[in-house]
């Protein structure tokens, strides 16, 4: 079993950055892959990005590609979401997630998930 914890969220203003952190505790931590997604008030929860346990396979929407880096620390058992030039439409409540079944964008596929941060970003 893994629980996740992530922070890292806060009020940034349009242009701007924010870097996630997501710690996962448990002994095999390091081999599941991981995975972004977010809410926003009003809408259904989406994909963000996804990373496997070893960090060769990453995929992102369309929507953050070229602008949010995943990246994961096995020694520290903590994936990261680098968030740059942030856009008002990036405002969510973000969640990371874990399942052993491999790098997904769907959250059916994912066993743990994190608290959620709130990620704001102002105009």
């Known amino acids: 079993q893994v629980q996740l914890v992530d922070t890292g969220g806060g009020l940034v203003q349009a242009g701007g950055s924010l870097r996630l952190s997501c710690a996962a505790s448990?002994?095999?931590?390091?081999?599941?892959?991981m995975g972004w997604f977010r809410q926003a008030p009003g809408k259904e929860r989406e994909f963000v990005a996804t990373i496997n346990s070893s960090g060769a396979r990453i995929y992102y929407a369309d929507s953050v590609k070229g602008r949010f880096t995943i990246s994961r620390d096995n020694a520290k058992n903590t994936v990261y979401l680098q968030m740059n030039n942030l856009k008002p439409e990036d405002t969510a409540v973000y969640y990371c997630a874990a399942n052993l079944r491999g790098a997904s964008y769907s959250e059916v596929l994912y066993d743990y998930w994190g608290q959620g941060t709130q990620v704001t970003v102002s105009s």
């Open positions: 448990g002994r095999t931590a390091s081999s599941y892959a």
